[in-house]
């Protein structure tokens, strides 16, 4: 069912679909998404409301926006010390069941994007409706070089770093699916953050620990149950290096350094 309340505002306001895309950093399409009635996250429902001069509970009176006095360690479905526990959730049934909303970020994406029959379902799932937002490191930032120095790899200054092929690797994995209209790829330049794989309401957080690889990282298992819990909290922050990261076609691509 369409959102009547958030055409109606931006009518209001006069200004048009693609103008408040612009100013809230979100892609057009995504808008006219909302206006058709798919729930926007809470970052963008704060940044829409703000925008427009209203409240979310006016724009959006279905959702429950009130902060519950609920135990938000109930979101953790599991903790491990490392990720590679014989235990620990894999990530492939997760992307498999998810119907709404997939959100990867990582530094090179190199333990998903290439692995057989990922890109095609990917490719699937957004054909369907589903949003995939895919988001990893610069192939030209110099925190790729101090990662893989951590990890003691053997690199030197005129070496290009190992993980910045693999990037690049990931960005070409990843081009032919920015065809589709539900798929956005940017990259960032920063250290290194926690590798966030989000489908639909479940999530695998990576808490990367100083030279430790990422199979050895601690791995926690969210699952959301409110707006103001920890699955929001990691949410958000996907969303704030989103916001502050790139389209991956304007990214400079790795050059061969001459031997």
């Known amino acids: 069912m369409s959102n009547e309340r958030l055409r109606a505002a ?11 895309a612009a100013e809230i950093d979100a892609d057009p399409k995504t808008v ?34 009130r902060v519950e006095g609920r135990d938000e360690r109930g979101e953790i479905l599991a903790a491990y010390a490392h990720a590679n526990d014989l235990t620990a959730p894999d990530w492939r049934p997760l992307l498999t069941a998810a ?18 029959g990922t890109p095609e379902l990917l490719a699937e799932k957004a054909q369907a409706g589903c949003e995939v937002r895919l988001l990893l490191s610069a192939p030209d930032s110099a925190h790729l070089a101090l990662a893989d120095s951590e990890l003691d790899e053997d690199i030197s200054l ?3 770093p190992a993980s910045a092929r693999e990037v690049e690797r990931s960005l070409a994995i990843a081009a032919p699916l920015t065809a589709i209209d539900a798929v956005e790829v940017r990259t960032f ?4 953050f926690n590798t966030i794989l989000r489908f639909d309401d479940e999530m695998l957080v990576a808490l990367h620990l100083y030279a430790t ?4 990282a601690p791995l926690l298992h969210l699952k959301r149950h409110s707006d ?13 290096v989103w916001q502050d990261g790139r ?8 050059e061969e350094t001459p031997s």
Do not use: C, K
Not at 38 to 56: D, K
Not at 100 to 107: F, P, Y
Not at 228 to 240: I, P, R, S, T, V
């Open 10 to 20: 931006i009518h209001q306001d006069g200004i048009s679909v693609d103008q408040l």
């Open 32 to 65: 006219r998404r909302w206006i058709a009635g798919r729930e926007p996250r809470r970052f963008y429902r704060t940044r829409v409301a703000r925008r427009l001069g209203t409240t979310e509970a006016e724009l959006w009176p279905d959702l429950d926006l």
């Open 99 to 116: 119907t709404r909303q997939i959100d990867l970020l990582d530094l090179t994406l190199a333990e998903v994007l290439p692995s057989p």
């Open 158 to 160: 005129l070496d290009i």
């Open 189 to 192: 330049i920063a250290g290194r």
């Open 213 to 216: 690889p990422t199979d050895r």
């Open 228 to 240: 103001h819990g920890l699955f929001e909290q990691f949410a958000g922050h996907f969303d704030q």
């Open 247 to 254: 389209p991956a076609s304007a990214t400079s691509p790795v």
